[in-house]
């Protein structure tokens, strides 16, 4: 129950077992024809999705590489782990990084980023994160995005644990890349990493000098558009997201996010029933991975081994700063409200144990009671 | 029975229908020990074995980009496709590229070498094929390195196709950088692939300026010297390397050389009993893939397109400028002689019905025969 790699649904399992077939051969053109098509639909975008054999992270610099020569001047607006890597990344690459750096848990607003971009003048490019999964935070990449346009900048966002699990619009709200990975809401294990790639971010790389190969959008687009891939992809694992994205747009899209607010909520209301204080904020964008403080004189790497050692469950500590100070609960993908209460349970037990004061036998009931109002809020 | 992807035993296909476990998990550390342990055995080194989640061409990426500052000389060997990728990605990286080109289908000599490096001078990096995949050409590393290694430069050896299947001795050799991928004789699905890098690479990588992040050696042997991963791992490829690893070297790496050996050797003797024309060298290091010449007025792809629809078996055709001229017939990994006999029967008939003057009902007797003849040569 990390934020990633999470549980993969036995259908996608059975799909990586079967024998390996060739990549230019007939009958794996048939499933990559799909696969792409189907990655368009979960993108909703009519943009190239660029599949990469890689963790999130490749997708990442391939989204740093093909737009960035040196000296590029580009933003950064951070809150946590994911956003410190997007600096990481373009410092790298030798860009003239402007990193807005928030406390990590702050949610990012518009207002950090108009007058961060109004200071600055000339920023060709802002990064941007959905979920920031090391504190649980889901920004509003729309209202962020329509700020970056107004400076005529492209807008990249980091995706990889909100896709699948809350609505992101990527034509619609016009962000120029969508950087995802199999191994989240998807469904899938860890190995493929996506960019949606707009006309306008393709015009940018074409104009980019920093080398990249195996990353290189326009390689990969040329590709993709004969139905070939450049270097031999991992055949099992798309595969695998064939049998994991049917599965997904068969519940629908808007049916997997109602899904993931309510069980975001169920874990929310959980852990408040036991007197826990949340760290990701307690709003239904919050549907991700949810953070909760650890009791005080408690250390909350001791609490995710006891849930591993003493009942087998494996849930995510702090990253970074927070190390030690939360927990995180995923719920991003292959889960029931079940789960939640399973993970809830072992915590109330794990704490109580560890002698927090903590109230007990509230949290599961008050959880399904959550999960059960449909409410939009 | 192309040369890669390849066929994945059915113990292995099982290992990556596992449940997907988090990669910083007690449970994944195990496996990823030993599967780091078991790189290094098949490696035959005691230098750091990287391992990437990407394609083969991620690790020959890597170990351009973690070698190379623009300008820096180095030297390309190539004859045929993947040498000629060699010179592709030291020219992204604005390498000052020598590069000697043979004829496609020409066995690299020494002294090829010797003499291109006296030309030049001042070569800090030579890069070199072991098994050219699209001739079937195996070199003599060997001799080549100690080449290299008289005129001082670092060593890089592409050895996607040849590591497992051929002897390649890393250490003993002087070999700085071992190129390799999960595809081909070591038995896994596509999607890892892996850099051996002596104390001299990770010297010179420590002054290369190109960019790079998830390629980049030393956070990968950071990571990997505490059996972390900088990067979610392809978790699922991992667990299935280890399984393949494990049975390559209880079968023990001496009998798998010389079992693909004797592949080889069946495979040409089928061949040349049918009067077919080899592309590949008659000699006993070619055990990776046979390259036959299609009989005139005969079109490679169309043989390559009635295995397929006809039998079921995929072949190889030729690649860039043997396209059309040649088929390769894989034998790399997990195959036996009947194997091999099937591809030749499927040939024959295949070849026959297109109206090629070939000899009848000889070759699968003959692939047998040679097949049992275990002298050294």
């Not at 003048?121 to 090391?134: A, I, K, M, N, Q």
Request: charged residues 25%; contains cysteine.
């Amino acid at each position: 129950m990390t934020p990633g790699p999470t549980p993969v649904p036995p259908e996608v399992l059975a799909a990586l077992a079967e024998p390996v077939v060739h990549h230019r051969g007939r009958d794996f053109k048939e499933t990559y024809e799909r696969v792409l098509a189907r990655l368009g639909e979960v993108y909703r975008t009519q943009n190239p999705v660029l599949m990469f054999t890689s963790s999130g992270t490749g997708a990442f610099e391939s989204a740093v590489a093909n737009l960035t020569s040196p000296g590029d001047r580009v933003l950064v607006l951070s809150a946590g782990n994911f956003g410190e890597r997007w600096a990481a990344l373009t410092n790298a690459y030798g860009a003239d990084v402007v990193h807005v750096r928030l406390d990590w848990g702050e949610t990012p607003e518009p207002s950090d980023l108009r007058s961060a971009l109004a200071d600055t003048g000339d920023v060709r490019v802002v990064y941007l994160v959905h979920s920031e999964t090391s504190t649980g935070v889901v920004a509003d990449v729309q209202a962020l995005a329509a700020v970056a346009k107004e400076a005529d900048a492209l807008v990249v966002v980091d995706a990889v644990s909100s896709r699948g699990a809350v609505p992101l619009e990527t034509d619609a709200w016009g962000i120029d890349v969508v950087v995802s990975g199999s191994q989240k809401a998807l469904m899938c294990p860890p190995g493929l990493a996506f960019d949606s790639v707009s006309p306008g971010a393709l015009e940018a790389a074409a104009h980019a000098t920093s080398p990249r190969f195996v990353f290189d959008w326009e390689r990969t687009r040329k590709a993709q558009a004969k139905l070939d891939a450049p270097f031999t992809p991992a055949v099992s694992l798309v595969k695998a997201l064939d049998v994991a994205l049917g599965m997904l747009l068969a519940e629908a899209l808007e049916a997997t996010f109602e899904r993931h607010a309510r069980l975001g909520r169920a874990c929310r209301e959980g852990a408040k029933a036991m007197g826990l204080e949340l760290f990701s904020p307690d709003d239904e964008r919050s549907a991700v991975v949810t953070a909760i403080r650890v009791p005080d004189g408690i250390e909350g790497g001791e609490v995710v081994a006891a849930l591993r050692d003493r009942f087998g469950i494996t849930i995510a500590g702090g990253q970074g700063e927070l190390k030690g100070k939360i927990v995180r609960i995923g719920h991003i993908g292959w889960f029931d409200v079940f789960d939640i209460t399973t993970a809830l349970a072992a915590l109330e037990l794990a704490l109580a144990d560890a002698g927090a004061d903590i109230e007990r036998g509230i949290a599961v009931t008050r959880a399904l009671e959550a999960f059960e109002t449909h409410a939009a809020v």
